[in-house]
């Protein structure tokens, strides 16, 4: 090959190098802009039909989302800030992805707790760009539950529960007719729900009942609001909670009853002819005030605890027949003119223990065996101005009475300010072989010097008796089958005479973390506590201060009557132990 052919065949290389150069950076030109092609299709966008929703609280909602994304839709999804309030979900997410278009469906479902949540959706597309819209939701009360029914045999409005039922939770019903929670029925309240019962009417449960409130939700029995007044406080506008096994004619299966984190306030109406409660002739037809809450089963048990007992016209707690345990509950105002906070009768077996008795009209907690009998265990319970109201029986007690052939034990209760100490009747008597009484705190302020008897003069009641300790007893009759040496304050004798005066002064300021027991005066309390003086407690806490003489000397060495649990609703109650310091709350 000649010079020239060699020269022209280097020539034919090097531009087809170059052509092979110049149609690589071509294709890569043309990728290079494909992808910017791609690249410069726009963000998704999403609209939606409102920014501001409202939604009942246990209710379901839905609205809708337009999106659009030029790229195809890779993915959609929604968030919530708060989700203790509602949930979301997207419905038709299938349907959506891949496509340029479309409508989101979001489901929302509210809880039962109010507030405020955003819900944000986001829309990615094939080109990773996403967009987003926020939705704001209110979650606000639901109605409250009309609960009424029809005229029935009992001429009244009538709502019969037949089969298990619940209310709640966090839900209102508005009560004006007569409730009945038949044998083959059960009523379940949860925790928040609030019942308001109009007008005069009343719960009837022959089946079993279950109020379950929480320490934060409690579930509150009570009146429309602008009846919940200081005129109002015994005035007994609604029935109560009557559960009995028996109408005098029929037996029911009612067997259980437990009230725990709840609150039953302004009960008490009077009597009515078609109530079982009348027909058994435990309360007397039109002109006897009922309870707040009644129970009466020989098979059954009920459980009362950390529980709220307040402006009821008579007793607070009735309860004839059953296994008991009755526990860290408030008595506030109960009785206008008479009436226990805790009133039991024969046959009742159980523990009554950790609950505060502030104002009851008589006692904090009365019990009797008239005809059969009767045990319970009355410990660690604060009785606080008790006794004062009543106006129908001038020798009743005032903070923890025994009568006719009760027994059990009575210990380390607190006693204020009331009336009366523990009490056992003359005329009605205790079994006192069978009845343990002692280590219990008893104060009352005296604001006149000492020797002038300004106090109650029934402190330590003299018509019933108690064991005052170093073998002094009440009736002479009746031998000294358990002492109050270790009361406090302990018994003071002036040549062999029990010195109420000296005793009384030597008790000891209980120290309360706020209620002041110092400035009582007994004048002032009869004036005070006439009820149409009475009014709406002032903040008070009953727990102990650092140094109080209440914080020890209690006595631990007995059992509660139910050492074993009770069963109820399938769940199981332990009754507590006694503590070493007297009355309900110990330190704070």
């Not at 195809?72 to 203790?84: E, L, P, S």
């Not at 709502?159 to 298990?164: F, P, S, V």
């Not at 319970?381 to 052939?405: I, P």
Request: aromatic share 10%; proline share 4%; with cysteine.
């Amino acid at each position: 090959m000649n010079k020239l052919q060699m020269k022209k065949q280097n020539t034919m290389k090097k531009l087809t190098s170059r052509l092979a150069v110049i149609a690589f950076l071509g294709t890569v030109a043309l990728l290079a802009s494909c992808s910017k092609d791609d690249d410069s299709k726009p963000r998704p966008v999403v609209t939606t039909t409102s920014s501001a929703l409202t939604l009942i609280q246990d209710t379901t909602g839905v609205f809708t989302a337009d999106v659009s994304a030029a790229a195809g839709i890779k993915d959609i999804t929604v968030t919530i800030d708060n989700a203790t309030i509602l949930t979301a979900e997207i419905t038709n997410k299938a349907d959506l992805v891949g496509k340029t278009v479309g409508t989101a469906n979001i489901k929302m479902t509210s809880t039962y707790t109010l507030g405020t949540a955003n819900i944000t959706i986001t829309v990615t597309d094939n080109a990773q760009q996403s967009s987003t819209a926020a939705v704001s939701v209110d979650v606000t009360d639901h109605p409250p539950i009309e609960i009424s029914g029809a005229v029935g045999s009992t001429a009244t409005k009538e709502y019969h529960i037949t089969q298990a039922t619940t209310w709640g939770p966090h839900l209102t019903y508005h009560v004006t007719g007569n409730v009945f929670v038949e044998p083959t029925g059960s009523l379940t309240l949860l925790e928040g729900t609030t019942v308001i019962v109009d007008g005069q009417y009343s719960f009837t449960v022959r089946g079993n009942f279950y109020s379950y409130g929480t320490a934060t939700d409690s579930v509150v029995f009570t009146v429309p609001a602008q009846q919940r007044t200081k005129a109002n406080i015994f005035a007994g506008l609604w029935g109560g909670i009557m559960s009995s096994n028996t109408d005098g004619t029929n037996t029911f299966a009612a067997d259980e009853m437990v009230v725990q984190y709840t609150r039953v306030e302004y009960a008490g109406m009077l009597g009515q002819a078609w109530q079982d409660i009348v027909k058994l002739g435990e309360v007397a037809d039109t002109n006897t005030p009922e309870y707040a809450l009644f129970f009466n089963n020989p098979n059954g048990v009920c459980v009362i605890q950390n529980s709220t007992f307040a402006y009821s016209a008579d007793v607070a707690v009735q309860i004839d027949q059953g296994k008991i345990l009755v526990s860290n509950n408030a008595f506030i105002l109960n009785g206008k003119a008479g009436g226990e906070a805790i009133d039991l009768k024969v046959g009742t077996y159980g523990d009554i223990a950790y609950n505060l008795f502030y104002k009851a009209a008589t006692n904090g907690v009365k019990f009797n065996a008239k005809g059969g009998s009767t045990e319970l265990h009355v410990y660690n319970n604060t009785a606080v101005e008790c006794g004062w109201r009543q106006t129908s029986h001038s020798d009743h007690g005032g903070s923890f009475n025994v009568e006719q052939g009760g027994k059990g034990v009575v210990y380390n209760n607190l006693i204020v300010n009331s009336t009366r100490g523990v009490r056992f009747s003359n005329g009605k008597l205790a079994d006192v072989a069978h009845l343990s009484n002692g280590f219990n705190f008893h104060y009352l302020s005296i604001t006149s010097p000492v020797g002038t008897d300004n106090f109650t003069p029934e402190f330590y009641p003299t018509d019933g008796f108690t064991i005052y300790g170093n073998g002094k007893t009440g009736p002479a009759s009746v031998d000294s089958t358990f002492e109050t040496a270790h009361d406090v304050p302990a018994p003071v004798y002036t040549n062999n005479v029990f010195d109420k005066v000296a005793t009384i002064a030597a008790g000891h300021d209980p120290l309360f973390v706020k209620f002041a027991v110092t400035t009582f005066d007994v004048a002032a309390a009869v004036a005070a506590e006439e009820p149409a003086n009475e009014g709406f407690p002032a903040a008070f806490d009953f727990h102990l201060q650092a140094g109080s003489p209440a914080l020890t000397g209690a006595n631990t060495n007995f059992s509660p009557y139910n050492a074993a649990s009770l069963t109820a609703g399938g769940k199981t109650y332990a009754s507590p132990k006694p503590s070493s310091y007297f009355g309900a709350f110990g330190p704070k």
